[in-house]
């Protein structure tokens, strides 16, 4: 049997026309880790493949049809978020115009978690990767149809049109034994994505998972993909992908997106003696939570280039925290905030407006907490209730009084309320959410640290002062986009 083509998609989202006012993408363009990962497990295989990411380049239509036309794939094959798909669905019916025949494979965390609902709805989908996708899809690509209820991760219809899920993969990946991502596929890589600014000290940069899954269950994360599992590379293999990317692309900062980059303390020692023994000369970012830090295990990061670490605070409210995580203590989190200070590591406040409880006292409550702190940076976002989050269910389900939601994908990204919490507003939200961001960056100890950034991160400012309109109309408005374009079409 020959191996089919397939071309792999990255949707923007929205129309091209709107990217260059969407404020969000030009503060942060990352590389879609999992398609490139994707890719160079396929390439093990000799599967032929390609990746267009129309999120760095919004002008993608015409380089898909050219691909189409030119190397006539059997399979396109998309990656989408919640606020993603309906793009995706848009491209694969261009795609399916220009070919009748192609086969449409959709993965990620959406259709992870919908699946059958989404295939029975959508009859332009022809096959759903669920959960992690390198081995379904091989098999996918390599098993004929009659046989494909042995793939295991895999939603289809049978003849009679009825939705078939094949079951959850039992055995995951031993992730040491994957390649690295294919980061060559990427058209433009490392230049054409870009770190949140002041996120970084140097450029060119780039960003990397370490992990895959998460041990917590905290009531707004989406499990559907990596379910209960948590993996993560050994130091070994962590050590030899920097030094590749360093050597390859001669990147200069990393941004680790790891849930839980030192969950495993042992593994993080282990890889920074690695990299101060080597002398390797990166410096890099991790997300961690405040339980699995502590002075000497920071020290050492310190002195292996870590730069800045984020932790998920997600709300200054204690009583409001204990209804959505595990270990809800502040004063734990405000203790190994300046134990990160101490070790000359920037940190960054992670946040989230409108979680089900929430109220006007309690949004009070999480600015006192937040200005209390010396956060180097941080961000808010607005709560969002994702199909794959346990917190979806109680919100959708009938007898739910926890608030109202306006479940619309395009507009769930997190910068916009389509869930209003029982007993506030939407209205009043937006206030609280504009004023919450508007203080915390006119405080004279903030503006001095964006100042510092003159030097420790020029890149940044100098991306800062060439979107400043956007970036402005954003601190003014609170809207991703000008106030002519609107997410979705």
Not at 189 to 200: D, G
Not at 247 to 265: A, L, M, S
Not at 397 to 405: I, N, P, Q, R, Y
Request: proline content about 5%; hydrophobic content about 40%; some cysteine.
């Amino acid at each position: 049997m020959i191996s089919p083509k397939i071309l792999l998609v990255h949707p923007l989202g929205y129309s091209a026309a709107k990217a260059k006012t969407d404020v969000s993408r030009m503060a942060n363009i990352m590389p879609p880790l999992g398609l490139a990962s994707i890719a160079a497990f396929l390439d093990q295989a000799a599967i032929s493949n390609h990746i267009i990411d129309c999120y760095a380049h919004p002008d993608s239509d015409d380089l898909i049809l050219a691909y189409l036309k030119k190397e006539k794939p059997e399979f396109i094959g998309f990656s989408c978020t919640t606020s993603s798909f309906f793009d995706g669905i848009r491209i694969a019916a261009l795609a399916a115009k220009h070919d009748p025949g192609i086969k449409v494979v959709f993965g990620g965390v959406h259709v992870s978690a919908l699946r059958e609902r989404l295939i029975q709805q959508y009859l332009s989908i022809d096959y759903i990767v669920v959960g992690e996708g390198e081995q379904t899809l091989k098999e996918l690509l390599t098993t004929p149809t009659a046989d494909l209820k042995t793939v295991k991760g895999l939603v289809f219809r049978t003849d009679d049109n009825q939705a078939i899920f094949t079951g959850f993969r039992k055995k995951m990946l031993d992730l040491d034994t994957l390649p690295f991502p294919a980061y060559e596929k990427l058209s433009g890589y490392p230049h054409v994505y870009k770190l949140p600014i002041f996120n970084y000290p140097k450029v060119p940069n780039a960003s990397c998972i370490s992990s895959r899954g998460c041990p917590y269950s905290c009531s707004y994360c989406d499990r559907s993909v990596f379910r209960k599992s948590f993996r993560y590379n050994s130091a070994d293999y962590l050590y030899a992908h920097l030094k590749y990317l360093k050597e390859q692309f001669n990147i200069r900062h990393i941004n680790f997106y790891d849930d839980q980059f030192t969950f495993n303390r042992a593994r993080v020692i282990a890889f920074a003696k690695l990299i101060i023994e080597n002398d390797l000369k990166i410096t890099f970012n991790c997300a961690a939570r405040a339980e699995h830090l502590d002075f000497e295990l920071l020290q050492l990061m310190k002195k292996a280039g870590c730069w800045m670490i984020s932790l998920g605070i997600e709300t200054g409210d204690e009583d409001l925290l204990a209804q959505h995580r595990q270990n809800p203590d502040l004063e734990m989190m405000r203790d190994k905030i300046l134990l990160i200070k101490k070790a000359g590591i920037r940190v960054k406040g992670l946040l989230m407006m409108g979680l089900p409880g929430e109220t006007e006292a309690s949004i009070q409550k999480s600015r006192k907490y937040v200005y209390s702190l010396p956060l180097d940076d941080f961000n808010l976002a607005k709560f969002t209730p994702f199909p794959g989050s346990p917190i979806h269910k109680e919100i959708t389900a009938k007898e739910s009084d926890l608030g109202e939601f306006d479940e619309d994908w395009e507009k769930m990204d997190c910068m916009q309320f389509l869930f209003i919490p029982k007993g506030i507003t939407k209205e009043r939200m937006e206030v609280l959410f504009i004023d919450f961001y508007k203080s915390h960056f006119q405080r004279i100890p903030v503006l001095a640290g964006y100042i510092a950034m003159l030097w420790k991160s020029p890149d940044s400012w100098k991306r800062f002062l060439k979107d400043l309109t956007g970036f402005l109309r954003f601190a003014k408005s609170n809207k991703r986009m000008a106030s002519n374009d609107k997410p979705g079409k």
